[in-house]
Each structure stands twice: as structure tokens, then as C-alpha cells.
């Protein structure tokens, strides 16, 4: 089957992003897809959902029409946030999910995610199975009587709502009548993220409402990007800034005042909330603040560590049966809910530990340590990569060596993770220290030893 798209997409081991109409079109998101739906063992539906992007309706038949054509039965949710997704596959027993998205890449992108029958983004060795299939492409197409149907959902919210509200003393919140700017981008996330609100009695004020994918500012809900956002809650006299990103698996957050908080402290509030109530096994990625680390000390819990990857999170937490986890690029993940990061976990959790406390998001953040995170990246060829973690190694010699991803040097103050890009020719250093001279100085000896390789 000949596509189209002048270049390949991005693959990696969860799914797939690209240009639409130059590294992506409906011929390629039909090859990929089926590609997946046919290695399945499962049988059942397919969970189809999109975020708010321009080009989601398109791809969306597209991938629609190319399960009917191999006999798969589709749900199609239209548009609905990555984490309802991973419900909606366990809700309708279904054998997997696409969802349509590119997360926070620009406008032109988009992408496909891939969900297992657990309502899990796949893992690795799933992945890696997907992409050999892809590459040694065979469509399976059935006979007329054998086409499957394509469902459209009435309700894709409810069930993920349920399971939000019960993490947390909805009571309590609605009592404290809180006022909520929610920056949803013209994504998926105000689909919920309106109800949710509503359905805690707060007083909120929705930015990028529609899901239209028309955003009006870069969708990567960083500092730079969400000044316009800051600006706006100052005069609605907010007490809680929640901006998504356009697929809403991740959440930053501004306070009252309009200072941007970031994404890191999403999950160190929620999870510093969840541990002082039910203490336990934590996973995190191996990239995410060591405040983690801080807090599960002061709570009587245990951190582990896991490879950079949502799958490989969620599947050390489900193998130590944790009681939290997540991503420190505001993606916490509640075993409670579902096993993918969720920004209405990050959203409910945070006006509950307010509530709770009494606090408001700038005394919730001064509770935890804080630190300074450097982030890098050095041009290198991948054959030299062995050679730069030997060389810094050996200049920190007095550091903790893990090679899980990458290589991870540690120190009880501060932390450096050097690991090689999937799709370029880079390697990306992000260090982690209490000042950030010493997080940069960390972060220019990897590039210096780089450079000299």
C-alpha cells in the first residue's frame, strides 16, 4: 500500500507524529493503525478519539474506515483528552485505542497514540512489534459481510469523571466556592475540564474553550507561551490557573497572583497531598525533580525510579501495585483513575489539597523543596555516546552511576540524566540542583565532553 506523504513521520514505540500533508496523510494513519488493530489478539471494539486539531475530523474517518475495512467494530468518541481515552477503552472492553493527537507539537502536526486493551499507552516491546509491522506492511481486508461498524458516542465523560471526583472530598471543595481560570487551548481538555469545574462548584473561566485546534498561543503550556493566560487570572482574581496541553494529559499551573509554577510542581503537589493520606510505593521517570524523592522521604514512602516513557511508569507501578506516580512534566498518574497521566487528576487533587490545608497554590509550593532544573542538548554521533558516558563518569567519580536510560549520575543534592535522542543525532542533558549555576555547571560539562569527543 503506497502512501502519498513525501517523508517518513516521527515513529517511536507509542505511535507516531508528523506533518500533516507532508510526512503524514489519511493513507499512512490508515496503514499505521491497521497495522496495530491486525496484531492484536484481543477481539472487540477500537476506541477512535481525537483532540480539538484541524485536521482530526480528516485523519479520524480516515483510520475509522480502515478498521471497518479489516473487520473491526470502532467506537468513535470524536473529541475527548488522552486520559478519558485509556477509560473509554476499559469502560466499552474494548481490544485497544488510536487517539488522534500531537500533543504540544505546532499546528501542521499531528499524530496517532496507540492504547492497549488495559487502556494503557502500549510498551515497548508492543510498540516495537507495531513499527516491524508498519515497515512490512500487509493489509488484511475482509468480505462485504464482514466490515465492521463504526459507533458514535453519545457520552465519552462520564465514567472518567466519576473516577476523578471519587480521589478526592468533592464536599469539601465546593464548599470553598474557589475561583478557576482553565487555559484548555482550543484542545481536548475543556470537554471535561468545564464539567469537572462545574461539578465542584467553582467559579471558572475557560481560555481556548472550543476544541477547534485554532490556538492562540504555542501549545506547550510553558512559561514563555502563558503569559496572555497569567495576565487574565490576575483580573478575574483567581485562586488557581490550570493550563493544559491540547491532548490534556499534562497540566502547568499558575497561582494567584500569576506567577507560573510550572509543570514539576503539579506532580510534587499532588503527590505530597496523596502520601500525607495513603502512604506507599511511588514511580516516577528518571528525568523528574528530586522533590519527588524529598517528599516520599517526609511521607514514609518509597521512590522508584523507571525509564523516561509514560509505559515505563505505569508499567513499574502496576508490577509494585504503587499508589502514585507520574511525570515530572505535569503528568501525574493515579492508579485510582487509570494508568496515563491525567490533567484532571492534577486539577481535582490540587483544589483538594487547597481545600484541605487551607492553602493557597503558592503556600502548596512553598511546602516542598524546591530546585533548579537545567535543560541541554549536544549534537553527537550515537557511536560516540559510550565514549561520553565513560568520560563523565570518570570526572564524576564521586557520584551514583545508573545506566537504566541513559546514564544517571547522583548525588544526595543534585542529579544529572545524559541520555541519546530516538530521532536525532543529540544527546539531551537536563541536570537538577538547589541553585542553577551548579545545575548549569553540570549540564556544560556533559556538552564540554561532548564537543571534545
Known amino acids: 500500500m503506497n502512501t502519498s506523504a513525501k517523508s517518513e513521520p516521527i515513529i517511536s514505540v507509542s505511535g507516531l507524529r508528523g506533518i500533516v500533508g507532508e510526512s503524514l496523510d489519511p493513507l499512512l494513519a490508515i496503514k499505521f493503525t491497521t497495522a496495530y488493530v491486525q496484531l492484536l ?118 465514567a472518567h469523571l466519576a473516577s476523578v471526583l471519587a480521589t478526592v472530598n468533592a464536599e469539601a471543595i465546593r464548599s470553598k466556592k474557589f475561583k478557576v481560570v482553565l487555559d484548555s487551548h482550543h484542545g481536548a481538555g475543556s470537554v471535561l475540564g468545564q464539567q469537572l469545574l462545574e461539578a465542584l462548584d467553582c467559579e471558572y473561566q475557560c481560555l481556548g474553550a472550543e476544541p477547534d485546534g485554532l490556538f492562540e498561543h504555542p501549545p506547550e503550556p510553558t512559561e514563555a507561551n502563558l503569559q496572555d493566560t497569567a495576565k487574565k487570572s490576575v483580573d478575574f482574581g483567581a485562586d488557581a490557573v490550570f493550563c493544559q496541553d491540547p491532548d490534556a494529559d499534562r497540566l502547568a499551573i499558575i497561582d494567584g497572583s500569576g506567577s507560573y509554577i510550572g509543570e514539576e510542581y503539579t506532580l510534587a503537589i499532588t503527590l505530597n497531598h496523596r502520601l500525607q493520606q495513603t502512604p506507599g510505593d511511588v514511580v516516577i521517570n528518571c528525568s523528574s525533580s528530586r522533590m519527588s524523592a524529598d517528599i516520599c522521604d517526609a511521607n514514609g514512602s518509597t521512590l522508584h525510579l523507571s525509564a523516561v516513557g509514560e509505559a515505563n511508569v505505569t508499567g513499574k507501578m502496576s508490577e509494585l501495585n504503587a499508589v502514585y506516580g507520574g511525570e515530572g512534566n505535569g503528568g501525574p498518574i493515579d492508579p485510582k483513575v487509570g494508568y496515563v497521566r491525567d490533567s484532571f487528576v492534577a486539577m481535582a487533587q490540587v483544589l483538594d489539597a487547597m481545600a484541605a490545608t487551607g492553602k493557597s497554590v503558592a503556600e502548596l509550593k512553598a511546602d516542598i523543596p524546591s530546585y533548579e532544573i537545567c535543560k541541554t542538548k549536544v549534537a553527537i554521533d550515537r557511536d560516540k555516546v559510550p565514549s561520553l558516558y565513560a568520560k563523565l563518569q570518570e570526572k564524576f567519580s564521586d557520584a551514583e552511576h545508573g545506566t537504566m536510560d541513559g546514564l544517571r549520575l547522583d548525588w544526595s543534592d543534585k542529579w544529572m540524566l545524559v541520555r541519546p535522542s530516538n530521532t536525532e543525532p543529540i544527546v539531551r542533558a537536563i541536570a537538577e540542583a538547589t541553585s542553577m549555576d551548579e545545575a548549569k555547571k553540570l549540564c556544560d560539562a556533559a556538552a564540554e565532553i561532548a564537543a571534545s569527543l
Open 41 to 158: 489478539d484481543a477481539e472487540g471494539p477500537i476506541v477512535v478519539t481525537r483532540d480539538g486539531r484541524t485536521t482530526g475530523p480528516m485523519l479520524a474517518q480516515a483510520i475509522c474506515s480502515g478498521l471497518a475495512s479489516i473487520g473491526r467494530d470502532v467506537i468513535y468518541g470524536d473529541v475527548a483528552a488522552t486520559p478519558t481515552t485509556g477509560i473509554l477503552v476499559r469502560e466499552h472492553n474494548a481490544a485497544g485505542g488510536i487517539q488522534i493527537s500531537a500533543s504540544h507539537n505546532p499546528p501542521p502536526y499531528n499524530g496517532i497514540k496507540l492504547f492497549d486493551a488495559t487502556g494503557r499507552v502500549i510498551n515497548a516491546e508492543a510498540g516495537e512489534k507495531v513499527i516491524a509491522a508498519y515497515r512490512d506492511y500487509q493489509l488484511q481486508s475482509v468480505t462485504w459481510e464482514h466490515v465492521g461498524t463504526v459507533t458514535n458516542l453519545e457520552d465519552t465523560t462520564s
